[in-house]
């Protein structure tokens, strides 16, 4: 029988101004159940027993493909509008609605692993074959090479590792994009960077007390 997903207990949007989802500072945000087994969950670092990369990216295609769901999420010009919802195993989910131009700025997911599938519209990651120390330093040079860029059309998912460091942006000047991300273990910081050129700037520290 095929999986569906279903929403429920949806929360007013937060007030204009309050935190956003991680890396996703938008217009407004609501809660939603959407929860699936974990089929094959295989062990992690530190002998964690939670979903694998290959099982979130499994999570986040099948919940891009329920047009249902994808339908509910308001959409907003004038920002990105969100739904948690309850990922397997115990990961954070997200689903996310991206106006024309916005973008995440670069950061990373310290040691959660993730994965991400465009739902409808393209996005566009930017990111970093190479993994950053993960303290003792304020800026950086990167060297040739390490960029890395994807386009990921409606359908289209990628999975990635702890500290991954990359940008997400909707390129379209006249489309919207949506699009389902899920993390695990759930988020415990982002870093924030800014980057001119080859120099990479940490900028700020995010905890989930600043978007919860």
């Known amino acids: 029988m095929p999986q569906t997903f279903s929403h429920s207990a949806l929360t007013p949007p937060r007030p204009p101004g309050s935190p956003a989802p991680p890396a996703f500072s938008g217009s407004s945000g609501s809660s939603a159940s959407f929860g699936t087994p974990v089929s094959g969950a295989r062990s992690g670092p530190a002998g ?7 099982d979130l990216l499994d999570f986040v295609r099948r919940a891009a493909a329920d047009q249902e769901l994808i339908a509910s999420l308001p959409l907003d010009p004038q920002g990105r509008t969100w739904v948690r919802l309850d990922g397997p195993g115990g990961s954070e989910a997200w689903l996310i609605g991206w ?5 995440t700025g670069w950061h990373d997911h310290a040691e ?44 289209r998912g990628r999975a990635f590792g702890t500290h991954h460091v990359h940008e997400v942006r909707n390129g379209s000047t006249a489309e919207h994009a949506v ?5 695990y273990p759930p988020l415990p910081l982002i870093r924030r960077f800014s980057r001119t050129g080859a120099v990479l700037r940490l900028e700020q520290v995010e905890r989930p007390e600043d978007w919860q």
Request: glycine share 14%; charged share 25%; aromatic share 4%.
């Open 48 to 54: 964690d027993r939670g979903p694998s990369a290959a």
């Open 99 to 103: 106006p024309p131009g916005a973008g």
């Open 112 to 155: 959660s692993r993730g994965a991400f599938a465009t739902a409808s519209g393209e996005l566009t990651e930017r990111s970093l074959a190479v993994r950053l120390p993960a303290s003792g330093w304020r800026s950086l040079e990167l060297h040739e090479g390490v960029d890395r860029e994807r386009r990921l059309a409606r359908g």
């Open 179 to 183: 699009s389902v991300h899920a993390y």
